[in-house]
């Protein structure tokens, strides 16, 4: 039953910093072994897993994007966020926030995840 639903700007000029905000509702954020990731997807690279944030507040991310990309979370607004800096227009894509499960044994990666936002499109351009 967990629903989430990305927001934020759907446009954004090269060299600033894209930020999004996922909200989480019928599941705390701090619920046991959920993982909250961000994911896009582009025409050119297709979908991309961009970095996540634990239950318990560790941060995960794509070494490839690490270099630009944080994860925050607000506990008290049951949201998370992401924020790219230093876009450029290859940065344009749909961007998904999305869960995914976990457990002492089976760490959250080697999980599907199993619930999606709808998506936002966020388009880079001047």
């Known amino acids: 039953q967990v629903q989430l639903q990305e927001s934020g700007p759907g446009l954004v000029k090269p060299s600033q910093t894209l930020s999004l905000t996922c909200t989480i509702s019928n599941v705390s954020i701090t619920s046991a072994y959920h993982y909250w990731s961000w994911i896009r997807q582009s025409p050119e690279k297709g979908l991309e897993w961009m970095g996540a944030v634990a239950y318990s507040g560790s941060i995960y991310s794509s070494s490839s994007l690490a270099s630009r990309v944080a994860i925050s979370r607000d506990t008290s607004k049951n949201q998370f966020m992401l924020h790219l800096k230093s876009v450029i227009s290859e940065d344009t894509a749909i961007y998904y926030c999305?869960?995914?499960?976990?457990?002492?044994?089976?760490?959250?990666?080697?999980?599907?995840?199993?619930?999606w936002g709808q998506g936002t499109l966020v388009t880079v351009s001047s």
């Open positions: 999305a869960k995914s499960g976990g457990s002492s044994r089976v760490p959250f990666w080697d999980n599907p995840l199993d619930a």
